[in-house]
């Protein structure tokens, strides 16, 4: 193993010179310890931190059950750690497809010495639950902790919203109605009106069918049945709350028939407002910055964690949520939007994902074409290809490669234990 990569001492991810001589480790997370012997039984060295306070494109990689959730919890966690004065700046929204990451709210009860080997205890973190409100009872039933609920606001969601909702598109009759009734309520009633004023104006439209008319209108009616989409819709500074860390909780969609398209939504329409609002804000920030002030404003600097991300940013295909990712991919960074995105399959990722990435994390991956496109990363740095990296990982869970643009170091780690309940074993028993 290329031992003289892996500095010893303290190693800091994702922060430069200038600012680690301003800053310190202020603002950093710890996520684990560097490798200093390989085998399966690897020694553990220094610790790895990673940057926090800054705009950064985390990917995390690696195959099924080999550690992407539970970094993403660890991240979480030392998120919700994080000074008070760095944490009030920062809001943290988890979107959470599964269905695991409410546990962060319990203090580890299992295998409570792996945490005793790292000198660390368990304990509780504090994280926001919000469940989409027509599905409260779905999370009531199955016992999970929530904090409350959210909704969209009815007016945001345009006609192409719409359509991907029911999976149409412009060559649909039914496309084309619910693209017409959406612009006339739009005309006629501003940004306040519901679903029922859609379907409304359903019934209204002369230039169609009754046949497609009714096919359309059973779709908006099941849609209101969702209990997701509202005139009044939660606001987006009530879910982007400075200094907390939210898990967006969209587990019910998961395998409910025709609901396939509510979770893109969600994460689309949160995604354009953040931006959006994040734009508006930075102009904000700047002006007091150029009035002599303090740079600080009511709108933090936004972390989003988006696991399973391949399902938001295909590869090849659509998907609603993707052009507003991209975004937040090729830009984001400046108005301080940051992802931390989470992926088995990087090879069915869109590749912006990949190439923009500033922070490559990637537990064990075997599968060919998945290696050749995180291949396409391969920095000048970086001394060997990812396939003998990947050869020399240990086996067991938990371990990762760390590629930072940044410091330009590329680290072999054992993410550290975390110190919250993991609900990943738990959850896929629930399922079967
Ligand atoms: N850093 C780690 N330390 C100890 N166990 C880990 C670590 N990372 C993962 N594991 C174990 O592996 C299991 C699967 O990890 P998970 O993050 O759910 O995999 P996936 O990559 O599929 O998201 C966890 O439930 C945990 O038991
Ligand atoms: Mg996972």
């Known amino acids: ?6 500095g010893v001492g303290q190693n800091i991810v994702g922060r ?20 200093m012997s390989s085998g399966e039984k690897p020694v553990l060295g220094s610790k790895v931190l990673v940057d926090l306070a800054q705009p950064h494109l985390v990917l995390i990689c690696g195959k099924r059950g080999y550690g992407k959730s539970y970094s993403m919890a660890v991240l979480l966690e030392e998120m919700a750690r994080l000074p008070v004065e760095v944490k009030q700046r920062i809001s943290v929204i ?15 009860r299992e295998k409570l010495e792996q945490l005793a080997d790292w000198d660390l205890r368990p304990g ?25 609920a959210f909704t969209l606001k009815a007016s945001e969601l345009d006609a192409v919203e719409w359509m991907a909702l029911f999976r149409l598109t412009w ?13 006339t309520v739009k005309e006629q009633l501003g940004t306040y009106y519901g679903i029922d004023d859609i ?3 359903i019934k209204r439209d002369k230039g169609s069918e009754a046949s497609t008319r009714q096919a359309v209108i059973n779709r908006v009616k099941a849609a209101k049945a969702w209990g997701l989409i509202e005139k009044k819709g939660t606001k987006i500074s009530e879910i982007a709350k400075p200094g907390a860390i939210t898990v967006i909780d969209v587990s019910a969609y998961r395998q409910a028939i025709g609901m396939e398209g509510t979770k893109d939504i969600i994460v689309a329409l949160l995604g354009k407002k953040l931006f959006e609002e994040r734009m508006l804000y930075r102009k904000e920030e700047e002006m007091r910055l150029v009035r002599g002030e303090k740079r600080e404003s009511a709108m933090p600097i936004v972390w989003m964690f988006i696991d399973e991300a391949h399902m938001f940013m295909p590869k090849g295909e659509d998907n609603i949520a993707l052009k507003v990712l991209l975004e937040w991919v090729r830009v984001g960074r400046q108005p301080g939007l940051s992802l931390v ?3 088995q399959r990087p090879e069915k990722l869109h590749p912006d994902a990949i190439s923009q990435c500033d922070l490559f994390i990637s537990h064990r991956m075997t599968s060919q074409p998945d290696i050749q496109a995180v291949s396409a990363l391969r920095p000048s740095y970086m001394h060997q290809d990812f396939d003998r990296y990947y050869h020399e990982m240990p086996k067991g869970k938990g371990f990762a490669l760390i590629v930072d643009d940044k410091t330009e170091k590329v680290l072999m780690l054992k993410v550290r234990p975390r110190f919250s309940w993991d609900a990943g074993v738990t959850a896929s028993a629930f399922v079967r």
Do not use: H, N, Q
């Not at 200038?18 to 560097?34: H, I, N, R």
């Not at 988890?94 to 580890?108: A, C, M, N």
């Not at 060559?171 to 612009?183: C, S």
């Open 341 to 343: 995105l989470a992926t």
């Open 199 to 201: 379907i409304a104006a």
């Open 1 to 6: 193993m290329a031992i003289k990569e892996f």
């Open 171 to 183: 060559a649909d009759k039914e496309g084309i109605l619910i693209t017409r009734a959406v612009e």
């Open 124 to 148: 509780p973190t504090e994280v926001r639950v919000l469940v989409p409100a027509g599905k409260l009872d779905f999370y009531k039933s199955k016992k999970i902790p929530i904090d409350g």
């Open 94 to 108: 988890t979107i959470d497809t599964v269905g695991i990451f409410w546990s962060l709210k319990l203090p580890r």
């Open 16 to 35: 430069g010179l200038a600012d680690l001589e301003k800053y310190g480790s202020k603002g950093c997370g710890y996520f684990g310890k560097v490798l």
